[in-house]
Each structure stands twice: as structure tokens, then as C-alpha cells.
């Protein structure tokens, strides 16, 4: 059974750091894009970030360009999602979720985050002071 699941989310104070992390159980990242989400209360969820599985190359959202930085250890068979200059607008609850179609992955770094499965349960994210 495909599984991912996230942890690292927590309380923060603005301006503070977290390391989400996305592990997989059941299947080898090696070949998947994985795409990280959030959701904010009351609000649709969205992409922020993937990395694909070929070159690891990666997208950011505007909202988290320069912020955020994904990275992949496949030998952990883990993705992380470094998070800095935390602002309140970044409390939602994170999910990883993988994609192996070639043209998903594709799709994924050059903004459009859709055919993505396997999601995880979500890792919480505050940031208040």
C-alpha cells in the first residue's frame, strides 16, 4: 500500500523555521514527483512546491518563492520542505502527495500542481506570536 506520511508542523512565532517532512512507505520515491499543498482555514487548498524525480528540478509559488525550498533524499525515501521566514499567512495544514506520470511531473514544475495521489494526512502548521 502506497503510503506518505508528513511531520514537522508545529507552533511558530513570524519569522521563525520549520523542516516539514514527507516519508514514504510501501513504494520508492525514486521515480515519483512529489508535490507539497497546504490548506488554510476557510480557504481551497494549494500547490506550493514540487520537485520532480528525473533532475529534481522544482517549482515554487510566487507566495513562497524564496522561502521555501524543497529538497529529496530518495536513499531516506523521504522530500522535505524547508520553511523560513515563517508569516502568518503560511498557518495551514501541509500535505505531501506523489505523481509518476512523466507529463504530471512536467506539469508540476512549471506550475500546474493536478494529477497528484497518495496523499498524506496533513501536518498542522501555526504561526502566531
Known amino acids: 500500500q502506497l503510503q506518505l506520511v508528513e511531520s514537522g508542523g508545529g507552533l511558530v512565532q513570524p519569522g521563525g523555521s520549520l523542516t516539514l517532512s514527507c516519508a514514504a512507505s510501501?513504494?520508492?520515491?525514486?521515480?515519483?514527483?512529489i508535490g507539497w499543498f497546504r490548506q488554510a482555514p476557510g480557504k481551497e487548498r494549494e500547490g506550493v512546491s514540487c520537485?520532480?524525480?528525473?533532475?529534481?528540478?522544482?517549482y515554487y509559488a510566487d507566495s513562497v518563492k524564496g522561502r521555501f525550498t524543497i529538497s529529496r533524499d530518495n536513499a531516506k525515501n523521504t522530500v522535505y520542505l524547508q520553511i523560513n521566514s515563517l508569516k502568518p499567512e503560511d498557518t495551514a495544514v501541509y500535505y505531501c502527495?506523489?505523481?509518476?506520470?512523466?507529463?504530471?511531473?512536467?506539469?508540476?514544475?512549471?506550475?500546474?500542481?493536478?494529477?497528484?495521489?497518495?496523499w498524506g494526512q496533513g501536518t498542522r502548521v501555526t504561526v502566531s506570536s
Open positions: 520537485i520532480s524525480s528525473s533532475d529534481g528540478s522544482t
Open positions: 510501501g513504494f520508492t520515491l525514486d521515480y515519483y514527483a
Open positions: 502527495a506523489a505523481a509518476l506520470p512523466l507529463t504530471v511531473q512536467a506539469m508540476c514544475v512549471t506550475g500546474t500542481l493536478s494529477g497528484f495521489g497518495s
